[in-house]
C-alpha cells in the first residue's frame, strides 16, 4: 500500500472498503430477486438506473486511471454499478426483450397456463 497516512489507519480503510463491496451485494440483492420474481421492472426508473449506471462506471473509470485511487476504495463503487446494470437488463429482458412472454407470470403459471390450454377440447361449432 502506498499511502501517507500511518499504516493502522490504511489498513482500518482497507477493511472497510472491502466490507463495504460485500455490503453493496446486500444493497441489491432483493431488488435482483424481486425483479425476478414480479418478471417485470415494477416501479424501477430505466432512466434513473441508466444514469446511476453511466455515471457510476464513470466515477469508477476516473477513480482507477486519473486519480489512481487503491482498489478499495473504487471497488464498492464498481460491485454496486454492475449489480445495477445486471437488475436493468433483467427487468428490461422481461419488459422489453426475449423474455417478454413471460413478463408478470411466475414459471409455474406459465406451465399452468400451457398444460389448461393443452387440455381444453376444441370448441364444436353448431
Request: charged share 15%; aromatic share 12%; glycine share 10%.
Amino acid at each position: 500500500m502506498f499511502t501517507d497516512c500511518p499504516s493502522s489507519v490504511a489498513v482500518t480503510g482497507t477493511m472497510f472498503g472491502w466490507g463495504s463491496s460485500v455490503l453493496m451485494i446486500f444493497r441489491f440483492l432483493p431488488q435482483l430477486i424481486t425483479t425476478c420474481v414480479a418478471r417485470t421492472a415494477g416501479s424501477i426508473s430505466y432512466v434513473t438506473y441508466m444514469f446511476l449506471g453511466v455515471g457510476g462506471f464513470t466515477m469508477t473509470g476516473f477513480q482507477i486511471f486519473v486519480s489512481k485511487e487503491h482498489v478499495s476504495t473504487w471497488f464498492p463503487v464498481f460491485v454496486g454499478n454492475v449489480l445495477q446494470s445486471i437488475i436493468i437488463v433483467t427487468a428490461g429482458m422481461y419488459d422489453y426483450g426475449p423474455l417478454r412472454s413471460c413478463r408478470g407470470q411466475s414459471l409455474e403459471e406459465k406451465l399452468k397456463l400451457a398444460d389448461e390450454q393443452r387440455q381444453e377440447p376444441p370448441a364444436q361449432q353448431a
